[in-house]
């Protein structure tokens, strides 16, 4: 069955860096698109960053643009989340995502704390 294991969250002054992995398995990894997301307390989950099956096609939300950088590594099935200048606003808990139409398949999530 699909698996998705994220790690490496945690607390981090702002100006710092984190990088989150996502840990894929039960599919052919090095097919598929694979997407971050992150909910904010209160807020919607939104779409972070996405990369593309080969890993040479990515796109970024805005508001992470220029910070934010998403990678992969097809033989460990990973894919990576390198963020840097992390800002209060980037509190959050960041999944990884695959979609398999018709099923969307969520990790369960790593919290990232951003304090001044």
């Known amino acids: 069955q699909v698996q998705l294991v994220e790690s490496g969250g945690g607390l981090v002054q702002a100006g710092g860096s984190l990088r989150l992995s996502c840990a894929a398995s039960?599919?052919?990894?090095?097919?598929?698109?694979m997407r971050w997301y992150r909910q904010a307390p209160g807020k919607e989950r939104e779409l972070v960053a996405h990369?593309?099956?080969?890993?040479?096609?990515?796109n970024y939300a805005d508001s992470v643009k220029g910070r934010f950088t998403v990678s992969r590594d097809n033989a460990k099935n990973t894919v990576y989340l390198q963020m840097n200048n992390l800002k209060p606003e980037d509190t959050a808990v960041y999944y990884c995502?695959?979609?398999?139409?018709?099923?969307?398949?969520w990790g369960e999530g790593t919290l990232v704390t951003v304090s001044l």
């Open positions: 990369i593309s099956p080969a890993g040479n096609s990515t």
């Open positions: 039960g599919f052919t990894f090095s097919n598929y698109f």
């Open positions: 995502n695959v979609r398999r139409v018709p099923i969307i398949y």
